[in-house]
């Protein structure tokens, strides 16, 4: 089992429509969780992190963490095409070791 | 500005010999991280460091080695290169000790290995 599973996609959403993207991890012992948007041939970029239960939302984009379930997700609200990105979950594990997903590629069309 | 940045951008070498890749950054921070990057993989963690000379294996990491003998620097050794080793190699710093939980990333490394 990986650390942290994705779903590879692609993920194809309308211009203006919410694009959910989902993540699992497998270590209950996580306390940090992030999603990075990394765009072709560019480093990975931070856009949320999440650290308790719930939801937080920043613009346009709404982080959702439940570690009874060990399920974290990031929804984007009214999608552009400039969204179309690989979207990368991450979780620090106990001892701060950083994981990542193997990314769901996300396609907005316009 | 404090940054992270990586040595070279893009590098095509033999198999069999020897590379090193830099990473510097100049935010002090304690953790940092090196990742490959392959098509369908994302980033897999090769080494990690949570400060001076600490070193750690993640789950890639036959192959490759590194050392730490001072704060700002990582820097990621393949002691005999392979083809399989051609990838795109990130390098990556944080300090959750000070509240830094968010990795920051370098520009990346393109290897070729021929």
């Known amino acids: 089992q990986k650390e942290v599973e994705q779903n590879s996609g692609p993920l194809s959403v309308p211009e203006g429509a919410i694009a959910s993207l989902n993540c699992t991890y497998s270590?209950?012992?996580?306390?940090?969780f992030f999603w990075y948007r990394q765009y072709s041939g560019k480093s990975p970029e931070l856009i949320m992190s999440i650290y308790s239960n719930g939801d937080k939302e920043d613009g346009r984009f709404t982080a959702q963490l439940n570690k009874a379930s060990q399920y974290v997700s990031l929804l984007i609200r009214d999608s552009q095409p400039s969204d179309s990105a690989t979207y990368l979950c991450a979780v620090i594990q106990y001892g701060n070791k950083l994981v990542f997903g193997a990314g769901t590629i996300l396609r907005v069309k316009s | 500005d404090a940054e992270i940045t990586q040595s070279p951008r893009h590098k095509i070498t033999e198999t069999g010999r020897q590379v090193t890749l830099a990473c510097h950054q100049t935010w002090n921070h304690n953790n940092m991280f090196w990742y490959r990057q392959d098509l369908g993989h994302g980033l897999r963690l090769i080494h990690y460091?949570?400060?001076?000379?600490?070193?750690n294996k993640g789950e890639v990491s036959d192959g490759y080695s590194v050392s730490r003998s001072n704060t700002e620097d990582l820097p990621l050794t393949l002691e005999s290169a392979a083809s399989s080793q051609t990838s795109v190699y990130f390098c990556?710093?944080?300090?959750?000790?000070?509240?830094?939980?968010?990795?920051?990333f370098g520009q990346g490394t393109r290897l070729t290995v021929v």
């Open positions: 270590d209950r012992g996580s306390q940090s």
């Open positions: 990556a710093s944080s300090d959750p000790g000070t509240g830094v939980t968010e990795a920051f």
């Open positions: 460091s949570y400060g001076v000379q600490d070193t």
